[in-house]
């Protein structure tokens, strides 16, 4: 995948690392979750397009595939592309069932340490939406039931308000 | 004498009990009004972000000494909202919000140049219709987007959507947006408490024997059935200290003079109404600044003078001005789903003749 000027998979390590045990609004994962590996949510969870963009979900780093403590069951990696230009990233964490996932704690640990220090909390279609704006990217990242999804957009993309919301209206499959 | 000492014991003792047990009531009503108050403080900012992030239709009306203006409008998200702004009774900017699009309609040309002219307040209007299209171009040429807006079109940019000032920059932006006081009127109010001295803020009950307003004072209108008024704090004038330049306390900032009531219905607030009236502190103004007031003037004439003085005293402070006046906010509908909706009759071009619009402010 090409990304000119973001930084996607870093995101997603640290979303992951947010997903594992050091966020204190969970429950420490048990033995036999800790012993689990997180999985890559199935192919056609996502639509095939967002707004203008073609959704193309990516390869799971080996060490995300193989990362054990963790509160997601399941893990999935997408990129946003107009032609063959990465416009956007889109990450889907899965939390698995010892993560408090339901708890305001939790979520605003969780958004805090993917934002990378305190995000503006805006209310879109009806989502608490936890935004970051970065250098040459904005990040948006948001729950939904036992999902939390993190979307990255470059700072130079013309409709990045739209692809937000027809982000937060998508139904998984 | 023994009978005495027992009885100057027990009398003694009783006082000591009775002491112990005023000071344990007023311990615990000190708690209880502590906890009731710290209560009403968390209640209000966790009504204040409800209802900001919530879908409504809204007013927003701001009376000054130059005159009124109001925003009114639907708030579907902070990306999707309709709104119009009125100089008086005069429509004079009607705005539609959608994700990326934005766009405008000019209902009085002069009504909007007038307000970019004055900096945020409403002023005199361009003499003729050339003059608007100079304040607006910064030249007699019109172009595509200036023509249609003075036609009274609707002009739609698709990737021209407002964009939120940068930190540091908010005030700026209510100088040149005549929307953006009224999309943040709840974040603002929400500064302003968090600002006010401890407790913040206290229900208001009739006939409060430590009312936030002593009833002289208070200009604010009793709540309705089901609704509960909350009252702000006031933070004091500045006083004289041994830091103080020049002899006169720091300058008066907006927390000093501000008198706000919040109304609360269920967990939303409704209305809220802010009034800077420095009247009740003129006297100390005139005192703490060393001014001279001029005698046998008119309530008018005694607002014109503390907005002179509070104009001069606040000049180069950072803060938010200090307009005399009253705000008034109220909202119906809270939580309703809203629908915003673009117009279908419009004049496609870049608006970044527009303070903060434009294709070209979007990608910045």
Same mark, same amino acid.
């Given at each position: 995948?090409?990304?000119?000027?973001?930084?996607?998979?870093?995101?997603?390590?640290?979303?992951?690392?947010?997903?594992?045990?050091?966020?204190?609004?969970?429950?420490?994962?048990? #033995?036999?979750?800790? %012993?689990?590996? /997180? +999985?890559?949510?199935? &192919? @056609?969870?996502? =639509?095939?397009? $967002?707004?203008?963009?073609?959704?193309?979900?990516?390869?799971?780093?080996?060490?995300?595939?193989?990362?054990?403590?963790?509160?997601?069951?399941?893990?999935?990696?997408?990129?946003?592309?107009?032609?063959?230009?990465?416009?956007?990233?889109?990450?889907?964490?899965?939390?698995?069932?010892?993560?408090?996932?339901? #708890?305001?704690?939790? %979520?605003?640990? /969780? +958004?805090?340490?993917? &934002? @990378?220090?305190? =995000?503006?909390? $805006?209310?879109?279609?009806?989502?608490?939406?936890?935004?970051?704006?970065?250098?040459?990217?904005?990040?948006?990242?948001?729950?939904?039931?036992?999902?939390?999804?993190?979307?990255?957009?470059?700072?130079?993309?013309?409709?990045?308000?739209?692809?937000?919301?027809?982000?937060?209206?998508?139904?998984?499959? | 004498?023994?009978?005495?000492?027992?009885?100057?014991?027990?009398?003694?003792?009783?006082?000591?009990?009775?002491?112990?047990?005023?000071?344990?009531?007023?311990?615990?009503?000190?708690?209880?009004?502590?906890?009731?108050?710290?209560?009403?403080?968390?209640?209000?900012?966790?009504?204040?972000?409800?209802?900001?992030?919530?879908?409504?239709?809204?007013?927003?009306?701001?009376?000054?000494?130059?005159?009124?203006?109001?925003?009114?409008?639907?708030?579907?998200?902070?990306?999707?909202?309709?709104?119009?702004?009125?100089?008086?009774?005069?429509?004079?900017?009607?705005?539609?919000?959608?994700?990326?699009?934005?766009?405008?309609?000019?209902?009085?040309?002069?009504?909007?140049?007038?307000?970019?002219?004055?900096?945020?307040?409403?002023?005199?209007?361009?003499?003729?219709?050339?003059?608007?299209?100079?304040?607006?171009?910064?030249?007699?040429?019109?172009?595509?987007?200036?023509?249609?807006?003075?036609?009274?079109?609707?002009?739609?940019?698709?990737?021209?959507?407002?964009?939120?000032?940068?930190?540091?920059?908010?005030?700026?932006?209510?100088?040149?947006?005549?929307?953006?006081?009224?999309?943040?009127?709840?974040?603002?109010?929400?500064?302003?408490?968090?600002?006010?001295?401890?407790?913040?803020?206290?229900?208001?009950?009739?006939?409060?024997?430590?009312?936030?307003?002593?009833?002289?004072?208070?200009?604010?209108?009793?709540?309705?059935?089901?609704?509960?008024?909350?009252?702000?704090?006031?933070?004091?004038?500045?006083?004289?200290?041994?830091?103080?330049?020049?002899?006169?306390?720091?300058?008066?900032?907006?927390?000093?003079?501000?008198?706000?009531?919040?109304?609360?219905?269920?967990?939303?607030?409704?209305?809220?109404?802010?009034?800077?009236?420095?009247?009740?502190?003129?006297?100390?103004?005139?005192?703490?600044?060393?001014?001279?007031?001029?005698?046998?003037?008119?309530?008018?004439?005694?607002?014109?003078?503390?907005?002179?003085?509070?104009?001069?005293?606040?000049?180069?402070?950072?803060?938010?001005?200090?307009?005399?006046?009253?705000?008034?906010?109220?909202?119906?509908?809270?939580?309703?789903?809203?629908?915003?909706?673009?117009?279908?009759?419009?004049?496609?071009?870049?608006?970044?003749?527009?303070?903060?619009?434009?294709?070209?402010?979007?990608?910045?």
């Amino acid at each position: 995948m090409s990304w000119r000027g973001g930084g996607g998979t870093a995101v997603l390590v640290l979303t992951l690392a947010v997903a594992g045990a050091g966020c204190g609004g969970g429950k420490a994962p048990s #033995s036999a979750q800790s %012993r689990s590996h /997180v +999985a890559s949510l199935p &192919s @056609g969870t996502l =639509p095939s397009s $967002l707004g203008d963009l073609t959704v193309q979900q990516e390869q799971l780093p080996s060490q995300i595939r193989s990362a054990t403590s963790s509160y997601a069951k399941a893990v999935g990696f997408y990129s946003l592309r107009k032609n063959k230009l990465v416009e956007g990233t889109l990450e889907v964490v899965e939390f698995n069932s010892s993560a408090d996932w339901a #708890s305001p704690t939790f %979520r605003t640990a /969780v +958004a805090d340490q993917v &934002s @990378g220090g305190v =995000p503006d909390e $805006l209310t879109l279609a009806g989502h608490a939406v936890y935004q970051s704006p970065g250098t040459g990217a904005t990040l948006d990242a948001w729950f939904s039931g036992r999902y939390l999804f993190v979307l990255t957009i470059r700072s130079s993309y013309s409709q990045p308000r739209s692809l937000t919301e027809s982000a937060l209206e998508m139904q998984l499959g | 004498m023994t009978s005495t000492r027992s009885s100057f014991r027990a009398r003694r003792r009783g006082l000591r009990v009775s002491a112990a047990l005023v000071a344990c009531i007023g311990a615990s009503s000190l708690l209880t009004a502590c906890q009731s108050n710290d209560a009403d403080y968390r209640l209000i900012q966790s009504d204040l972000t409800r209802t900001a992030g919530a879908p409504k239709q809204f007013v927003w009306v701001r009376q000054t000494l130059a005159g009124t203006h109001s925003v009114s409008g639907i708030y579907q998200d902070p990306y999707r909202y309709d709104v119009l702004y009125s100089q008086g009774d005069q429509s004079a900017w009607e705005e539609v919000v959608k994700d990326d699009a934005v766009a405008d309609r000019f209902l009085d040309a002069n009504a909007v140049v007038s307000f970019f002219q004055s900096g945020g307040q409403q002023g005199q209007p361009p003499t003729s219709p050339s003059g608007a299209t100079a304040a607006l171009t910064g030249q007699g040429t019109p172009n595509t987007a200036v023509a249609a807006l003075l036609a009274r079109h609707w002009v739609l940019d698709p990737g021209g959507a407002p964009q939120l000032p940068s930190v540091g920059q908010e005030l700026q932006a209510e100088k040149t947006d005549p929307f953006y006081a009224s999309l943040i009127f709840l974040t603002d109010i929400g500064k302003l408490v968090e600002a006010a001295p401890s407790p913040q803020v206290r229900r208001w009950h009739k006939d409060d024997v430590q009312p936030v307003y002593k009833p002289a004072y208070d200009p604010f209108p009793p709540p309705g059935p089901g609704v509960e008024r909350y009252d702000v704090f006031q933070q004091p004038l500045p006083v004289l200290t041994s830091n103080s330049p020049g002899a006169t306390p720091a300058p008066p900032t907006l927390s000093n003079l501000v008198k706000i009531a919040i109304y609360v219905k269920g967990s939303y607030v409704v209305q809220i109404r802010e009034v800077v009236d420095p009247i009740d502190h003129l006297q100390d103004l005139v005192n703490n600044y060393h001014l001279s007031l001029p005698k046998h003037l008119s309530r008018q004439g005694e607002e014109q003078f503390a907005q002179q003085v509070l104009d001069r005293l606040s000049r180069g402070q950072t803060g938010p001005p200090i307009t005399i006046g009253q705000t008034i906010w109220q909202a119906t509908g809270i939580g309703s789903p809203q629908q915003v909706s673009l117009p279908t009759d419009f004049v496609q071009a870049n608006l970044s003749v527009l303070p903060g619009r434009g294709s070209k402010a979007s990608s910045t």
